[in-house]
């Protein structure tokens, strides 16, 4: 099946550094999708990213999806206490209702 | 709207023992889905469902029965626990349309099952 790989798997930063996430895929992806999952919380959406090359702003949130629509990022700027949490990617290769493949998340851990 | 509701939030089983998660979703969604969420694994699709009587399989369906008899609900059974069952499930909804994987998933709050 699908595989989608999320990297770093945890990161370290001083409140107020930047953060980024990386999301890959060996296949061509349909469209990507980000979510957030506070400690002890539940997966919320983000956002979704469906067009080759697109960036989307929210903030200080900047999310990429790659030219081949093979990759994407989530780029956070100074972050805040506010950001702890799990930042999953999920994909959708298309072709039939086989679900969404999510990557194994990334851990932001915010050192104040 | 309540939005997705899961029952119960926390469980603990005896190995052996049969159980059902249940899910439900008052947003009159078509797309229902099974998620497991194990540490450093993600969240694994269980299974399925794109409305009413459709149930399919995901990435991780041993041990795991679902059936969808009503737009709302979608129960998940373990039928017969084992301690790898051990994990937090997530059910997760969301509009179906012709590309069901292009709209947002709403979660539930999630299921904390404990099996020894």
């Known amino acids: 099946g699908q595989q989608v790989m999320q990297i770093p798997q945890y990161q370290h930063v001083q409140e107020g550094e930047d953060f980024t996430t990386y999301c890959n895929s060996s296949?061509?992806?349909?469209?990507i999708q980000w979510y957030k999952q506070r400690p002890g919380g539940h997966p919320v959406f983000l956002i979704q990213?469906?067009?080759?090359?697109e960036v989307k702003k929210q903030k200080r949130l900047t999310f990429q999806f790659g030219e081949a629509k093979k990759n994407s990022s989530l780029h956070i700027t100074a972050t805040q206490t506010t950001d702890v949490g799990t930042y999953f990617c999920a994909a959708y290769s298309g072709g039939g209702a086989d679900g969404l493949t999510f990557g194994k998340g990334t851990h932001l851990i915010i050192q104040p | 709207n309540a939005g997705v509701t899961q029952t119960p939030k926390f469980q603990v089983l005896k190995t052996g023992q049969s159980m059902t998660l249940q899910c439900a979703q008052d947003?009159?969604?078509?797309?229902m889905s099974w998620y497991r969420q194990d540490p450093g694994m993600g969240l694994r699709l269980i299974h399925y469902s794109v409305g009413a009587g459709i149930t399919d399989q995901g990435e991780v369906p041993n041990g795991y029965n679902v059936s969808r008899s009503t737009t709302e609900d979608f129960p998940l059974r373990l039928l017969s626990a084992a301690p790898s069952q051990t994990s937090v499930y997530f059910c997760?909804?969301?509009?179906?349309?012709?590309?069901?994987?292009?709209?947002?998933?709403?979660f539930g709050p999630g299921t904390r099952l404990t099996v020894t």
């Open positions: 296949t061509t992806l349909s469209n």
């Open positions: 990213l469906v067009k080759s090359g």
């Open positions: 997760a909804s969301s509009y179906s349309g012709r590309k069901p994987m292009t709209y947002e998933q709403y």
């Open positions: 947003m009159n969604h078509e797309y």
